[in-house]
């Protein structure tokens, strides 16, 4: 599994917590082997996220990313809590 980052995701992500960006890479590590994990709770979006999925790094952060069929990559878009993300 190939995954990539962009640049709004990049910059999310430099903001973060120590603590939270932990919990991101352990959760990216369960992703890498099993995208649908229960733990990570992965589901579809709508609205302005149409087309786009989430999977939960605790209780309040998340993180969206696309599947993209025509070069295989997983690429993570977004990173914050809950509230920040769904305005």
């Known amino acids: 599994m190939k995954v990539k980052y962009q640049k709004s995701f990049l910059k999310d992500f430099k903001k973060l917590d120590e603590k939270i960006k932990k919990q991101f ?11 649908f ?7 579809s979006l709508k609205g302005d996220f149409k087309n786009f999925r989430s999977i939960n790094i605790n209780a309040d952060f998340r993180a969206i990313y696309f599947y993209d069929d025509s070069d295989g990559y997983y690429y993570f ?11």
Do not use: E
Not at 25 to 35: A, E, H, S
Not at 37 to 43: A, C, G, V
Not at 77 to 87: A, D, E, N, T
């Open 25 to 35: 890479l352990k959760r990216q590590t369960i992703f890498l082997k099993n995208t």
């Open 77 to 87: 878009v977004r990173i914050g809590k809950h509230s920040q993300l769904y305005k």
């Open 37 to 43: 994990d229960p733990i990570l709770k992965n589901h």
